[in-house]
C-alpha cells in the first residue's frame, strides 16, 4: 500500500505533519488530508514537492 507521509518546511528543517496520509485534496483554498483511518487535517499551505519514491510530500507555508 502506498501511503505517504507529510512534512511542512521550516527553514532548513522539516516537522512532520502527519503519517499514513492517503489522499491530499484542496477545500476553500487550504490542504485537506486524509489518513487511512479517517482522520483529517486541514492546513494553509502550498506543495513544496512531492517524492513518490519515498512517499514524502512537503509542504511550505502559504
Same mark, same amino acid.
Request: proline share 0%.
Given at each position: 500500500?502506498?501511503?505517504?507521509?507529510?512534512?511542512?518546511? !521550516? &527553514? &532548513? =528543517? /522539516?516537522?512532520?505533519? @502527519? &503519517?499514513?496520509?492517503? %489522499?491530499?485534496?484542496?477545500?476553500? *483554498? !487550504?490542504?485537506?488530508? %486524509?489518513?487511512?483511518? *479517517?482522520? =483529517?487535517?486541514?492546513?494553509? /499551505?502550498?506543495? !513544496?514537492?512531492? &517524492?513518490? @519514491? $519515498?512517499?514524502?510530500? $512537503? @509542504?511550505?507555508? /502559504?
Amino acid at each position: 500500500m502506498c501511503l505517504s507521509k507529510v512534512y511542512l518546511a !521550516k &527553514d &532548513d =528543517e /522539516a516537522e512532520l505533519v @502527519l &503519517d499514513e496520509v492517503t %489522499s491530499l485534496r484542496t477545500r476553500n *483554498g !487550504k490542504l485537506l488530508l %486524509s489518513t487511512l483511518l *479517517g482522520e =483529517e487535517t486541514e492546513i494553509s /499551505a502550498r506543495i !513544496k514537492e512531492i &517524492d513518490f @519514491l $519515498t512517499h514524502r510530500i $512537503t @509542504l511550505e507555508k /502559504a
